[in-house]
């Protein structure tokens, strides 16, 4: 297809498109998107495992994620490469490990609670926007430790505005910035971003006078942290990472926890088998397999982050150069027959049998690259859902399924996951 045709089929059928390229080319295939270098799809386990293993200056995945330096910064974990990328990553994983995801559990359950206890009972409504709400409000927790006051409300006030605009796959286009005289939506942007750096800024400034690194907050451990010749993280390394954790901690599971919703409304079976598991008070097992299921089945990233390849490298049999971009397509490894018998059906009970595979199942990506914040936003969905389904009955009006649409690098409900919640 011309250029412009597969941009279109990229944007519009994010699914349907390489799902129509795997049937018709096979498992490895490259597209063209207009005014971009070419992106060499892989689906192949074997060469996903390649993909994600080859050394870090040979394909670099921070530069294929360049277009969203505008809201995170550009000393993000996602945007680094090589010796910086790895330094930055020992830095923030510590925040999410151990005594510190203990640490927060009461504050999800307490935040989850008051969220769902104000949702609206028996109407037909999108609950994505609901999640969003709601994940918004913990992750605000969990990096600051705010639930209230006049710090946290214009933080959550210019976090929504900034979201709103750079989910908008067109607002980070070269074109959208040159408005003139200090008009249109970039510079409505632009200052919505200083309002929000103004707060965050301050916010590190008094921890640092206070002396503050106790507690489970994620910025009293970025405070805390030392770079290895004992020197303190930056204020500005601090605020592009805890930009980075705000965005790609609140979007993207708001918008998992989307997707399970709308898939347990259309599968009676899976339901009922969960609320009986939550009921009983049983282990995790279950619930673990469903959200395991929903990350297979509708991962929120269709592919992991694109690698540019910088030197010469050999995947699958054959030599790629630079600029061409490497992208593991996390949706048609997910929805590989021969790995997942009845690829499209909704069947946690996969997940009872077995644990998933490391280059399989891979919607946190994989490698040096897999998302530092897998484990917070797992155990972040098993508590919205046990608390959800604890306090209401999950219906639809809807039998047949929403379609996948683009929304920035996300795939979310078409409809916003339309649910009815009934109280019990």
């Known amino acids: 297809m011309p ?53 870090p200056d040979v394909l670099h995945p921070g530069e294929g994620t360049r277009i969203l330096e505008p809201i995170v910064g550009p000393n993000s974990i996602l945007l680094l490469d090589e010796g910086p990328h790895m330094v930055q990553r020992k830095l923030v994983l510590p925040a999410f490990h151990g005594e510190r995801m203990k640490g927060l559990e009461p504050m999800i359950t307490e935040v989850t609670r008051e969220q769902v206890r104000s949702w ?61 005289f200090g008009r249109g939506p970039w510079a409505g942007f632009l200052k919505t971003r200083a309002r929000a750096d103004e707060l965050i800024y301050s916010e590190i400034r008094d921890r640092r006078k206070r002396g503050d690194e106790g507690g489970s907050e994620i910025i009293n451990s970025l405070i805390g942290a030392s770079h290895e010749d004992g020197s303190p993280m930056s204020d500005v390394e601090i605020h592009d990472e805890l930009m980075t954790l705000l965005v790609a901690g609140h979007e993207t599971t708001a918008t998992q926890l989307a ?134 009955r999950v219906a639809t009006h809807h039998n047949r399924s929403e379609p996948a649409r683009r929304r920035m690098i996300t795939s979310t409900p078409g409809n916003g996951a339309e649910t009815t919640l009934i109280s019990r």
């Not at 490391?358 to 098993?382: D, H, K, N």
Request: charged share 25%.
């Open 3 to 55: 250029g412009a045709i597969q941009t279109v089929g990229w944007w519009t059928r994010p699914t349907g498109f390489i799902d129509r390229c795997r049937k018709q080319y096979g498992s490895r295939f490259t597209i063209r998107l207009a005014a971009q270098d070419p992106f060499v799809v892989v689906s192949d386990p074997a060469e996903i495992k390649q993909v994600f293993t080859a050394p």
């Open 120 to 180: 609206p009972r028996n109407q037909s409504a999108p609950i994505h926007p609901r999640m969003q709400s709601l994940t918004l409000e913990v992750i605000l927790a969990a990096v600051f430790g705010l639930r209230r006051g006049e710090r946290l409300d214009p933080l959550r006030e210019a976090l929504t505005e900034m979201l709103d605009f750079g989910m908008n796959p067109l607002s980070l286009l070269p074109p959208a910035r040159r408005a003139p």
């Open 259 to 392: 997707w399970t919703l709308e898939r347990l409304s259309r599968e009676p079976r899976v339901l009922e088998t969960l609320v009986d598991s939550v009921d009983q008070g049983d282990d995790d097992t279950y619930l673990t397999a469903v959200i395991r299921e929903s990350l297979r089945l509708r991962p929120v990233l269709l592919n992991a982050a694109p690698r540019t390849v910088k030197k010469p490298i050999e995947i699958g049999g054959v030599t790629y150069r630079p600029r061409v971009h490497m992208l593991a397509s996390v949706w048609l490894v997910h929805h590989d027959p021969d790995i997942y018998p009845e690829p499209y059906a909704f069947r946690p009970e996969r997940f009872l049998e077995s644990d998933p595979g490391t280059y399989t199942w891979i919607p946190f990506g994989g490698g040096r690259r897999r998302c530092v914040g897998a484990s917070f936003a797992q155990l972040e969905m098993g508590i919205v859902l046990r608390e959800l389904l604890r306090e209401t």
